[in-house]
């Protein structure tokens, strides 16, 4: 299986994502998906130009799952409810559903469209979303099809990429 990977919407997400694919590259063909204001400097995603360009890359592929940080997860989890995406698996790093909200993202209504199985990896004081708050919500939303984990940590920066990397084997291939 090919895995898309997406950083967070932060140009530091651009270093980040980079070791992930290291660290898993000999598992999956691992292909990051670079945002365009990564390359221009700016500070926002284009979601409407970055959805396009994943929804390209996917359109290409049978067998493929996708890992998203962040801002990446609800560009991913929309494109997936929408069906314009079919992963087969997909890993959601600290995915900050607080942020989404603020953003014109009905989380837990996208959620409950994705019928992919879903590995969420949260730490439990991210503040972005801790993980007493992912957990609270996912139950009460009946996300049968989400999995998640717990790292310890209080930031929204996931530096241990080779406990991620065995989360990711371990959830790929169970």
């Known amino acids: 299986m090919k895995l898309i990977l997406l950083g967070g919407i932060s140009f530091k997400n651009k270093a980040w994502i980079e070791e992930v ?49 962040s801002g990446g997860s609800w560009l991913t989890l929309k494109l997936a409810a929408e069906g314009k995406i079919k992963p087969v698996r997909m890993i959601l790093i600290g995915p900050a559903w607080n942020w989404a909200r603020n953003n014109g993202f009905e989380s837990v209504e996208l959620a409950k469209k994705v019928k992919a199985p879903v ?9 972005a ?33 080779i406990r991620l990397g065995e989360l990711v084997r371990e959830f790929v291939y169970e």
């Open 119 to 127: 590995l969420v990896i949260d730490k439990t004081c991210d503040p």
């Open 21 to 69: 694919a290291a660290e898993l590259k000999t598992s999956f063909g691992a292909q990051i998906m670079y945002y365009d204001h990564w390359e221009t400097g700016g500070e926002e995603m284009d979601f409407g130009v970055e959805g396009a360009k994943l929804e390209k890359v996917c359109s290409r592929l049978d067998n493929f799952g996708v890992l998203a940080k």
């Open 129 to 161: 979303l801790p993980f007493n708050q992912l957990e609270r919500e996912v139950k009460e939303a009946g996300l049968d099809n989400f999995k998640l984990a717990e790292l310890p940590g209080d930031t929204h920066h996931y530096e241990d990429v």
